[in-house]
C-alpha cells in the first residue's frame, strides 16, 4: 500500500497537465499556502522566487528521473552487495562501491532526460516564478514577451536556443 501510494505520487506530474501543476505549486508555497505560510513565517519565500522555480522543475522532473534509475535499481543482484557486508563493508561503502557504480549509467540518463524536460518547461514555473529581471526570469517567459513586442526573430532565436540545449542533452544520452 505504501509503494502504491509512493508509486502514485511520482507519477501525479505526468497525469497533471503542466499549468495546473503550476498553480497548484504557487497556492501551496505562496505566503498563505500549506507550505508557504509557515515557512514564510520563518523568513524563507519561496513561491515567486528562484526556489520557487526550482520546486517547480523538481516536481515535473523527478519522475523522470525515478522512471529512468527504478528498473536498474530493481534489477541489481542482492548477492553482491551480501557478498560485499559478509567481507566487513559498511552500508556506506556497500553504497560508494558497488551500487552506485552500478547505478551510474542510469543515473546520467535521468540526468539528462530531467535536465532535458526542465529546459523546456512552461507551465509549471510560469505561475510560481517571479520574473523579475536577472533574478527569477525563465526563458520561456522571455518568449512570451518578445511575442507580445511583436518581436518574433528574438522570440524565435531564445526558442531555438532552448531546442539546442535540448537536442544536445538527448544527443549526449544516446551516445
Known amino acids: 500500500a505504501v509503494r502504491r501510494?509512493?508509486?502514485?505520487l511520482i507519477d501525479l506530474p505526468f497525469a497533471l497537465p503542466t499549468a495546473v501543476s503550476g498553480i497548484a505549486l504557487a497556492t501551496l508555497y505562496g505566503p498563505r499556502?500549506?507550505?508557504?505560510?509557515?515557512?514564510?513565517?520563518l523568513g524563507i519565500d519561496?513561491?515567486?522566487t528562484r526556489a520557487g522555480i526550482e520546486v517547480a522543475l523538481v516536481f515535473v522532473s523527478l519522475p523522470f528521473a525515478v522512471r529512468a534509475v527504478e528498473?536498474?535499481?530493481?534489477?541489481?543482484?542482492?548477492?553482491?552487495?551480501?557478498?560485499?557486508?559478509?567481507?566487513?563493508?559498511?552500508?556506506?561503502q556497500v553504497l560508494a562501491r558497488?551500487?552506485?557504480?552500478?547505478?551510474r549509467p542510469?543515473?546520467?540518463?535521468?540526468?539528462?532526460?530531467?535536465?532535458?524536460?526542465?529546459?523546456?518547461e512552461y507551465g509549471s514555473v510560469i505561475f510560481i516564478a517571479g520574473n523579475m529581471p536577472g533574478r527569477s526570469e525563465i526563458a520561456p517567459l522571455l518568449i512570451v514577451i518578445r511575442l507580445q513586442e511583436f518581436d518574433e526573430a528574438s522570440a524565435a532565436a531564445i526558442g531555438l536556443l532552448m531546442l539546442l540545449g535540448a537536442a544536445l542533452c538527448l544527443a549526449a544520452l544516446s551516445a
Open 106 to 120: 542510469a543515473l546520467l540518463a535521468a540526468y539528462a532526460l530531467a535536465f532535458a524536460r526542465a529546459l523546456g
Open 46 to 48: 519561496i513561491a515567486y
Open 33 to 41: 499556502g500549506w507550505f508557504g505560510a509557515p515557512l514564510h513565517e
Open 5 to 8: 501510494g509512493l508509486d502514485l
Open 98 to 103: 558497488i551500487v552506485l557504480p552500478a547505478l
Open 71 to 92: 528498473p536498474v535499481l530493481a534489477a541489481l543482484p542482492a548477492a553482491r552487495e551480501e557478498a560485499a557486508e559478509s567481507l566487513g563493508a559498511t552500508h556506506l
